[in-house]
């Protein structure tokens, strides 16, 4: 289409959307009189055509640019058709009370008619430059000495390392592969203010903020400013604290894909139901809908939601009865329950929240809303429940959940057959790290040995951390002498690890024991094998790893 | 493969019906024979042997499905793709109108400037 045609048609089409938008309190008048005189005296045609007119406000507000109207017409119809599917005419008091809500919001959407907002399609976070795989990262520095010791340090956490002494090679390398991370020095001969503008000429040129952590001699508030200004993720002085550095790296280039949040949506409007899923579904997460109340205990169970989005108001028991009922079972305590009512009264809601309920939703509920008060709620909950389940110094699983685990994954290889190998893992002399160096080198060290596992070992290995500066893994399809195998090289490079301290640099050892299915095919039998084998190691002079055997002695 | 030019269009309601004319015939090109009602559509479409025929669902009398079934009595019909215009509102409508013998369904609120695409695109495909 040629530009005066097109301008003609632009011009067409606003004088239609000025006709539309003065016609429009016209009809929305019609339906306020169809519904006020289905009040007085029912009749199932009068609601048919108020169905309808509402279906044509869907269909067209957004056609003329009313994306709000289109919304609320939208939501109102839904509750509508869905009453007229199931039967529900003559509506009953509480049917109409919700009805009359949704009118009400469609009313108040097209007095803001004016709304020039385009539609948005609500849609789950995404970072398009996370790859968990790229472990790739650059390091730009001048002094050659640093970088090398540095490179061959962060390598044992499976990092490859790539280093560049000049700016204007660093810069061509990064365009063609852009890494996961880069560590960057600021001063060079060259440009004393260097690692700056190579930042900021990057962040240009790849269009995105590449995660980098600074490294610089000067400690001074206005460089640390001036880092966060170009988008620095992270700012070392040197002398640099490698595992401090490793933290960070391990920070900002991990990015452990979350499972997709779970919904459980009850709501006895199987048209409604389905909306709210359909919204969800759109923004990544995966739903199921219960449409009769007293049916939701399977669901609960099979689904393991992490939400449970619930209408207030349902034939046969109300929301509120059924968040009773869910939270009196143990297992079910700390799982969110968000209601969505068209209920304004606070004092309502409140009773609602003493009931069990978590949050209140009202409705109409516009669909980014939705989106992201659930989104909100699920993640605060798993970061919870993570708590609850995981070691907080290490982030890896705790004392009782890795014995939980090693039950289920032993009880799986005895029914379906296969290999397994559970290990303990100590640090050797860790009391005389502690004594030397103090507790938070300590801890430092225990949370190196807590990275190296796991990105040493596979996904489907386990890790966990029994308690102080003792480790569990169990592997999954491996057998024992494999395990003993993989933890061998583990060993020995944790050993070559440098960690810092003012008093100098140290290394540490670790030893292991090892026990496997199908030699052994009890949790508890298992698990004191591994015991045993760790003891062994330890006595035979640390810095080792040893398989259980019933015949030593 | 016949270029789409005659679309027959039926559709109740009138600011609608404005957008959806201005779009086809000047976006689009095409030669539109405009209907009001489900009944004016079986009155003109043997008149007018539409290559293309575009119905709105929700009306009032005669619906877009009972329009549909209506014109399929027509033997000269017979082999005209129909296309059903709807605000959809749930999954699994557009599954539902295909069964009742549309080739597609076009989503309202529509665009006015990609509508006319949008129909070349359900056309071709149907002579592909």
């Known amino acids: ?553 | 493969m016949v270029e789409l030019n005659r679309i027959l269009y039926v559709e109740d309601e009138p600011d609608i019906r404005a957008v959806a004319k201005l779009a086809l015939e000047m976006v689009g090109g095409f030669t539109l024979e405009v209907c009001s009602s489900g009944q004016e559509a079986l009155d003109k479409a043997l008149g007018f042997a539409p290559q293309l025929i575009l119905l709105d669902v929700m009306m009032p009398g005669m619906d877009g499905p009972a329009t549909l079934a209506a014109l399929r009595e027509l033997p000269e019909l017979a082999a005209v793709p129909v296309i059903f215009m709807t605000a959809k509102v749930q999954p699994g409508e557009v599954a539902h109108y295909k069964e009742l013998g549309a080739v597609d369904v076009i989503p309202k609120p529509f665009d006015p400037m990609t509508l006319s695409d949008a129909l070349r695109k359900i056309w071709e495909r149907c002579h592909g």
């Open chain 1, 1 to 553: 289409m040629d530009e005066d045609k097109a301008a003609k048609m632009q011009a067409q089409l606003r004088a239609m959307r000025e006709v539309y938008a003065s016609q429009l309190p016209g009809k929305i008048r019609q339906i306020e009189e169809a519904w006020a005189g289905l009040q007085s005296e029912w009749n199932d045609e009068t609601f048919q055509t108020l169905h309808r007119m509402v279906h044509s406000l869907t269909g067209s507000g957004a056609t003329f640019g009313f994306t709000l109207l289109s919304e609320a017409a939208r939501a109102l119809e839904i509750l509508v058709k869905g009453l007229l599917a199931e039967g529900k005419i003559p509506l009953s008091s509480s049917h109409r009370d919700e009805v009359s809500v949704y009118l009400k919001a469609l009313g108040d959407a097209s007095k803001n008619a004016d709304d020039k907002e385009p539609a948005k399609q609500p849609t789950a976070p995404i970072t398009p430059h996370c790859d968990a795989n790229n472990r790739l990262i650059f390091l730009v520095d001048d002094d050659v000495a640093l970088a090398e010791n540095f490179g061959l340090q962060i390598s044992y956490f499976g990092y490859t390392i790539q280093t560049f002494s000049t700016l204007g090679e660093a810069f061509r390398a990064i365009i063609q592969t852009p890494p996961a991370a880069l560590v960057l020095d600021i001063d060079f001969p060259e440009d004393s203010l260097g690692g700056f503008n190579l930042l900021e000429q990057i962040n240009r040129e790849i269009g995105y903020v590449l995660p980098t952590l600074f490294i610089s001699a000067h400690g001074e508030l206005e460089f640390r400013l001036k880092a966060v200004r170009t988008g620095g993720c992270a700012y070392f002085s040197k002398p640099l604290d490698v595992s401090a550095l490793i933290d960070k790296l391990e920070e900002v280039t991990s990015c452990k894909r979350e499972e997709p949040y779970r919904i459980l949506i009850v709501d006895d409007s199987r048209a409604l139901a389905e909306y709210y899923a359909t919204i969800l579904n759109g923004a990544g997460m995966e739903t199921q809908t219960v449409i009769e109340p007293l049916a939701l205990m399977e669901p609960l169970l099979e689904f393991m939601p992490d939400l449970i989005l619930m209408d207030v108001y349902m034939p046969e028991c109300s929301g509120l009865e059924l968040a009773k009922v869910i939270r009196q079972q143990e297992r079910f305590v700390s799982i969110p329950i968000v209601f969505l009512s068209a209920e304004t009264d606070m004092e309502k809601q409140l009773d609602a929240m003493s009931l069990g309920g978590d949050d209140f939703l009202t409705k109409p509920i516009r669909p980014e809303h939705l989106v992201s008060s659930i989104t909100a709620r699920v993640r605060r909950s798993r970061v919870l429940r993570s708590f609850m389940v995981r070691d907080s110094l290490t982030g890896l699983l705790n004392h009782t959940t890795i014995k939980a685990q090693l039950d289920v994954q032993l009880a799986r290889v005895k029914r379906l057959g296969g290999k397994l190998a559970f290990a303990m893992l100590d640090i050797d002399h860790f009391k005389s790290v502690n004594d030397t160096y103090g507790h938070p080198t300590g801890d430092r060290v225990i949370r190196s040995l807590s990275r190296l596992l796991q990105q040493r070992l596979r996904t489907s290995d386990v890790v966990g951390r029994y308690g102080g500066e003792e480790f569990a893994v169990i592997f999954n399809d491996t057998d024992g002498a494999t395990a003993v195998k993989v933890l061998d090289e583990i060993r020995h490079d944790f050993g070559l690890i440098r960690h810092r301290h003012e008093k100098g640099e140290f290394s540490v050892t670790i030893s292991a024991g090892v026990s496997g299915f199908p030699a052994i095919d009890d949790p508890a039998v298992m698990n004191e094998a591994a015991d045993k084998a760790l003891y062994e190691a330890k006595h035979g002079g640390r810095n080792r790893v040893v398989l259980f055997s019933p015949f030593a002695a």
